[in-house]
């Protein structure tokens, strides 16, 4: 809502992708040009396409389609992955079970998300991946208390039979994606190309969440709540900094509002993600948030938000969000 932006605009980012690893890419006159797009739209409208991102459009659209053929799966089939705390609020929430400010939203999901178990501490490696994707944190209660809410594996369905192999390749492009557009977003503004690695983010929490949203007349009063509420899902911001948006391309349903309170269709455009900023930063889970120094000299010297924990952020969304 920073301005009163009437379009969202349409990012080629392709020259950060090619140069994305190069110590000095803002020399690169393509790649400052880019910077400066990204600079404008994060700071006007917080949303933006992005193409040139180098994922295939065939992957994403077989990632739409297995998603839908999930959601077409009977409840009960659904259910058998079922999102709940002991999960690690990880699973399948059917339609009207994610909150937001206190309605029910009219969509039905998975949430997928970097998980951890506790092991003992006489492991002495630093991470093992396992076939369930967990990964197993050397030291016990490494977060503390805010993060054994988080704790848990990931709930993969069976049914479709090639739905986590799928989800984990685009999660690695995703996550590979992400870095490549903070880069970017880094020289925006005004910082070093790693801004936002090391030990701020350089070992990112990230959430993918698998959105259906099954049309009123089409869905069984089995899974439909008795609201009257017929929003897919209500206004709200992202607790994260980045977010990529893969949306079907056959209907408009994604608005953004500016600061006069218009809402702006975010229309699908074939092979673009939309891209938006959030509350947070992609950062490591205990990562403590507050404005970087260069943007308080840059807005006069004066903060305007304090410093808050990305995981405690993230926990006070997650178990408000849910009826479980």
Known sequence: ???????????????????????????DERVAEVVQQLDKACREAGFFYVKGHGIPDSVLKEIRSISRQFFDLPYEEKLKIKLS?????????????????????????????????????????????????????????????????MEGCNK??????????????????C?????????????????PLDMFEGNLAGDPFW?????GYPA?????????????NDIGCGAHTDYGLLTLVNQDYDITA???????????????VPGTFVCNIGDMLKTNYDAVV??????????????KFDEAVYGKHLVSKVVNNFVV
């Open 1 to 27: 809502m920073a301005t009163d932006f009437i379009s969202i605009p349409l990012i080629d980012i392709s020259p950060l992708v090619e140069k994305w690893d190069d110590p000095n890419p803002i020399r």
């Open 85 to 149: 705390p002991a999960t690690g609020y990880r699973g399948y929430q059917q339609v009207g079970e994610n909150i937001t400010k206190g309605v029910p939203d009219m969509h039905e999901a998975i949430d997928v998300g970097l998980v951890w178990i506790r092991v003992p501490s006489l492991i002495t490696a630093d991470l093992f991946y396992l076939s369930d994707n967990c990964y197993k944190e050397v030291e016990p209660g490494m977060y503390g208390g805010f993060g054994e809410i």
């Open 156 to 173: 993969w369905p069976s049914d479709p039979p090639r739905f986590k192999n799928l989800m984990e390749d685009y999660v690695s492009r």
């Open 175 to 191: 996550t590979d994606l992400s870095r490549k557009i903070l880069r970017g977003i880094a020289l925006a503004l005004g910082g």
């Open 207 to 211: 959430v993918l969440r698998i959105i």
């Open 216 to 228: 009123v007349s089409h869905s069984s009063c089995k899974q439909m709540p008795d609201a009257k």
């Open 254 to 268: 994604l608005q953004v509002r500016n600061i006069d309170g218009d809402w702006i269709p975010a229309a699908p």
């Open 290 to 303: 507050q404005p970087e120094e260069i943007c308080v000299q840059r807005s006069g010297g004066a903060k």
